[in-house]
T-cell receptor, first 115, second 108 residues
Framework: DAGVIQSPRHEVTEMGQEVTLRCKPI?????LFWYRQTMMRGLELLIY????????DSGMPEDRFSAKMPNASFSTLKIQPSEPRDSAVYFC?????????????FGSGTQLSVL | GQNIDQPTEMTATEGAIVQINCTYQ??????LFWYQQHAGEAPTFLSY????GLEEKGRFSSFLSRSKGYSYLLLKELQMKDSASYLC?????????FGAGTTVTVRA
């Protein structure tokens, strides 16, 4: 299995630009999570999907952030417009099940730098 | 919500033992996880505890006391490759919340 695949690995953009991060979960997994990691705040959950449906987006910082999961094998996280404080590593993770006991498998992350 | 505390840094010598403590407060509990994260890489799963007691897996062991809101990760026979950040994470209903991580440095 290829694991969770994220793209791009690195993204450098200018303030005000739109940024789209992509994630392909492990085949057969039905839960998908987007996390953001910074030195100051650690790993923060942004949004959680179960069976392609957003269950909890309370971690999304503000309206500039949006996430979609059009099918079981693809999700996007979009930031529009981007700001320097959005600079972080964004991880996508997936798991099988929704009973809370399943371990997460993380992608390699996208290092986002907003100048 | 969840509040998870763990030490920021620990240093130990190759071949030694290190214990990383984690205390938590949570409104719901569906298990406690430990993840390892090497610099510049993604977190990877180490262990899971949902019942009180010790879970052993090779050189790594994890302990849980639900009544005390306490866990520890024990790393034995430390190797240089064990230098990494160790993240304590608590699952409430479905949400897995992470502590800030403990950076372990193994010295020769």
């Amino acid at each position: 299995d290829a694991g969770v695949i994220q793209s791009p690995r690195h993204e450098v953009t200018e303030m005000g630009q739109e940024v789209t991060l992509r994630c392909k979960p492990i085949s057969g997994h039905n839960s998908l999570f987007w996390y953001r990691q910074t030195m100051m705040r650690g790993l923060e959950l942004l949004i959680y999907f179960n069976n392609n449906v957003p269950i909890d987006d309370s971690g999304m910082p503000e309206d500039r952030f949006s996430a979609k999961m059009p099918n079981a094998s693809f999700s996007t996280l979009k930031i529009q417009p981007s700001e320097p404080r959005d600079s972080a590593v964004y991880f996508c993770a997936s798991s099988l099940g929704d009973r809370g006991r399943e371990k997460l498998f993380f992608g390699s992350g996208t290092q986002l730098s907003v100048l | 919500g969840q509040n998870i505390d763990q030490p920021t840094e620990m240093t130990a010598t190759e071949g030694a033992i290190v214990q990383i403590n984690c205390t938590y407060q949570t409104s719901g509990f569906n298990g406690l996880f430990w993840y390892q994260q090497h610099a510049g890489e993604a977190p990877t799963f180490l262990s899971y505890n949902v019942l009180d007691g010790l879970e052993e897996k090779g050189r790594f062991s994890s302990f849980l006391s639900r009544s005390k809101g306490y866990s520890y990760l024990l790393l034995k026979e430390l190797q240089m490759k064990d230098s990494a950040s160790y993240l304590c994470a608590v699952r409430g209903d479905y949400k897995l919340s992470f502590g800030a991580g403990t950076t372990v440095t193994v010295r020769a």
